[in-house]
């Protein structure tokens, strides 16, 4: 069955520093990764993924993530992190259902 | 362009009484998902609708959970009687078809107390 890591619990950043967030995940064919974002009180959304193709996907709000095959691995980047970034961000691998990880919760620092 | 829309958005009961949650997904999109999202975990998959028909249930607990959707559009997701332990957020998302590589739109939950 497909799985996700995300091994930190909290990710703190200074403001336009830039921002990572890891995630490492297991699957046995194909893999079609995800990254979604939430903020309190409302639902997941969705912010880029990654199918096929240029190991460097871009996705909404300057957000980007790099695909590494060899260290099964989907971090996702920001070059200059906002306040407004600071959220709660889950990482998804779909084999035949989605699955997510616990998440990361980022906090951005004025 | 409308969002996943869910009500009601909170619900708190006593245990063993019944509950309903309703969704409403994107125009056009024939998928439909709900999730069980426990405090400080990801989103876990109940069910997968692929217009009105149930393709993926497996994970639902079906002695005391069912869901239908009626007319491939809305769904209703029901719990009875309720437990304790059910207390959590339940997401509905949908996408315009099942396959892998697609993503998915969620709507805001609705979070369940039960006392």
């Known amino acids: 069955a497909q799985s996700v890591a995300q091994p930190e619990d909290q990710v703190n950043v200074a403001e336009g520093n830039p921002l990572t967030v890891k995630c490492t995940y297991s699957v046995s064919g194909n893999p079609y990764l995800f990254w979604y974002v939430q903020y309190p009180n409302r639902g997941l959304q969705f912010l880029l993924k990654?199918?096929?193709?240029?190991?460097l996907v871009k996705g909404s709000y300057g957000f980007e993530a790099e695909f590494n095959k060899s260290q099964t691995s989907f971090h996702l980047k920001k070059p200059s992190a906002l306040v407004s970034d600071s959220a709660l961000y889950f990482c998804a691998v779909r084999d035949n259902r989605l699955a997510f990880g616990k998440g990361n919760q980022v906090v951005v620092i004025p | 362009e409308a969002g996943v829309v869910q009500s009601p958005r909170y619900k708190i009961i006593e245990k063993k009484q019944p509950v309903a949650f309703w969704c409403n997904p994107i125009s056009g999109h024939n998928t439909l998902y709900w999730y069980l999202q426990n405090l400080g975990q990801g989103p876990e998959l109940l069910i997968r609708?692929?217009?009105?028909?149930?393709?993926?249930d497996s994970q639902l607990p079906k002695d005391r959970f069912s869901a239908e959707r009626l007319k491939g559009v809305d769904s209703t997701l029901k719990i009875q009687p309720a437990e304790l332990g059910d207390s959590a957020v339940y997401l509905c998302?949908?996408?315009?078809?099942?396959?892998?590589?697609?993503?998915?739109?969620f709507g805001p939950g609705t979070r369940l107390t039960v006392l």
């Open positions: 998302a949908s996408s315009s078809d099942g396959t892998s590589g697609t993503e998915q739109f």
């Open positions: 990654y199918i096929t193709g240029d190991n």
């Open positions: 609708y692929e217009n009105e028909e149930a393709v993926d």
